[in-house]
């Protein structure tokens, strides 16, 4: 069975700084997906970045950024001038590729850091 | 293009009731999942519909049940309520060869 690992269960960073969460992972699997999500007080889970296993070219998007590192099955985010609305609870997530009977396409999820940004 | 919708939001039920969550993925996404967070387990992944077939099934008791209807809605059931059910049900609609996730705002269910 896959596993996801955030150690950090809190963190903080101050405006316009840079953070990086960390997130490590077990699978026996070639190919799959890693996600981050976002889940800010409202609740509502919002994709922040995705990256696919087979890309060895890490996942950009905007301020938010990752450092995925298949051998060592650690997928990392950095978030970039960091606003207030950052703060959130993230979680990374991890998805097998195909389908191949149980557990396939389920999201399995970390247990999430609470990242604050101080003004 | 609108998003996921659950239906209730919040909900409050008494222990050995049963309980139906609606949630009412974006047009044209045919595979629905269900999630359970709570503080104590986090997220953790209950089924997934496709078509209006259970493709795959969490390690929840057989009390958790759900339905896929002809138009991709989905309906999910507790049966015989515990305290321990109280948690965020979230709701995600994907199409059929994507792998992104789209949620819903969740359903806030407590027990009492």
């Known amino acids: 069975a896959q596993t996801v690992t955030q150690s950090q269960p809190e963190m903080s960073v101050q405006e316009a700084e840079t953070v990086t969460l960390s997130c490590t992972y077990d699978?026996?699997?070639?190919?799959?997906?890693l996600f981050w999500y976002k889940q800010p007080p409202s609740r509502q889970m919002i994709l922040v970045i995705r990256q696919e296993a087979y890309k060895q070219q890490n996942a950009t998007e905007n301020r938010f950024s990752v450092n995925f590192q298949k051998a060592a099955k650690s997928f990392s985010l950095k978030i970039s001038d960091s606003q207030l609305g950052d703060a959130a609870m993230y979680f990374c997530a991890y998805r097998r590729e195909t389908y191949s009977g149980a557990g396939s396409y389920q999201l399995t999820f970390g247990k999430g850091t609470k990242l604050s940004v101080i003004p | 293009k609108a998003g996921v919708t659950q239906t209730p939001r919040y909900l409050i039920k008494t222990r050995g009731q049963q309980v139906t969550l609606s949630c009412s993925p974006i047009s044209g996404h045919r595979s629905v999942s269900w999630y359970q967070q709570t503080p104590g387990q986090g997220l953790q992944f209950l089924f997934e519909y496709f078509s209006e077939t259970q493709r795959n099934k969490g390690n929840f008791p057989g009390r958790f049940s759900g339905r896929q209807f002809s138009n991709s809605r989905s309906e999910m059931n507790v049966s015989t309520l515990e305290l321990g059910d109280s948690a965020l049900y979230l709701c995600a609609s994907s199409l059929v060869f994507d792998y992104e996730q789209y949620f819903g705002p969740g359903t806030r269910l407590t027990v009492t």
């Open positions: 699978t026996s699997e070639s190919d799959y997906y």
